[in-house]
């Protein structure tokens, strides 16, 4: 039987948020404790994270740490998983370097998500060449631990079609030494892509339209009371709109059957709410505070724990040393079976 193992990970470029909660953090978690996984490598992805911040090392470096906190905040557990810093395993490097003969600029260019990124960043001109090509860095991130399983948010389908393609063309032209993987996205369809608070289509650092792991009880209320709704629903016996209001994307993110048990007993559950939302005669404050009782309740846990490890960086870093040295033998290994399936293994 084949070996089932995860890759995942984030770029160190600040501390994560709900967005990335409901994407994937909270689904690395189930699978870590399914049992099901050989392995679960948990990747900060500073390499890339450097591709477009190059001349910010620092910020990079401040938030190893930050993304760490957040992955031990919410449950990830170093006993069940491995965590690495992608710089510290020199063998990502080499496998990019000979995956890019297996890829057209061409490709490259017509990848969605680089496409999508490029004019985020205003790069459309002015193209860093790691950037450009980082889909192929990230193939390497992929095979070098022989992952089975990937799982990420819809809008990276288009990146690891491309490290399958890789994947295909490297064991067709030399010999079968990498794994194909498969992308593991959410069942829920309101946690694919959780909308800013501000209703625009993304949660940004940038924007500042995010809630994080850590913000404090207060943060949270005043950024869920702030939330964008329906610009129609102005006066409360007013019909009022769900799709497109992020209240509700929220809630269909967030909320379970035992929250209107304890917040909200007058609804069975989020199907009535909406019911009533959408005759009139329920205020927007009304479902934002139940809303602010959810999140609350949330992330009441995982800040509690992010401040029982803050207090000893030296300890986090120790873990993501030993976690790196152990990732770096197994991709050792696989570097060594692209090497010999590429006849450049003269001395072994």
């Known amino acids: 039987m084949e070996k089932k193992i995860i890759l995942t990970g984030d770029r160190p470029t600040g501390k994560l948020h709900i967005g990335h909660y409901v994407g994937s953090l909270r689904q690395r978690v189930e699978l870590q404790n399914t049992g099901e996984f050989e392995k679960v490598f948990i990747m900060i992805a500073d390499a890339q994270a450097l591709t477009d911040h190059f001349d910010n090392p620092q910020m990079v470096r401040d938030n190893i740490e930050q993304v760490a906190l957040d992955y031990l905040a919410i449950g990830l557990d170093p006993a069940k998983s491995t965590f690495l810093i992608q710089s510290q395993i020199p063998e990502l490097t080499e496998l990019t370097f000979y995956y890019m003969n297996l890829v057209t ?153 035992e929250h209107f048990e304890r917040y909200l007993p007058d609804y ?54 030993k976690g790196s040295e152990l990732a770096r033998e197994s991709a050792a290994q696989t570097l060594d079976r692209v090497k010999e399936a590429m006849k450049i293994n003269y001395f072994g």
């Open 105 to 257: 600029v061409s490709r490259l260019q017509r990848n969605p998500t680089v496409k999508a990124e490029i004019k985020q960043r205003g790069f459309e001109t002015n193209i860093p060449v790691g950037f450009f090509t980082y889909p192929i860095s990230q193939a390497a991130d992929i095979t070098a631990f022989q992952a089975t399983t990937v799982p990420v948010g819809e809008d990276q389908e288009p990146m690891l079609e491309q490290t399958r393609e890789i994947v295909r063309k490297f064991n067709e032209i030399y010999a079968p030494a990498l794994t194909e993987p498969n992308i593991l996205l959410p069942t829920n369809k309101a946690c694919l892509r959780l909308p800013g608070t501000d209703g625009k289509a993304k949660m940004s650092k940038s924007i500042g339209n995010c809630i994080y792991l850590s913000d404090s009880a207060d943060e949270i209320r005043q950024k869920v009371m702030s939330m964008y709704t329906d610009p129609e629903h102005l006066q409360v016996s007013d019909p009022g709109h769900i799709e497109g209001n992020t209240v509700f994307t929220y809630l269909d993110a967030f909320s379970l059957p």
């Open 268 to 321: 069975a559950n989020l199907d009535e709410l909406k019911d009533h939302y959408k005759r009139g005669g329920l205020g927007d404050v009304k479902v934002k505070r139940f809303l602010n009782e959810v999140m609350q309740e949330t992330l009441e846990p995982i800040r509690t724990r992010r401040q029982q490890y803050e207090n000893d960086p030296a300890a986090i870093f120790e873990m993501l040393k």
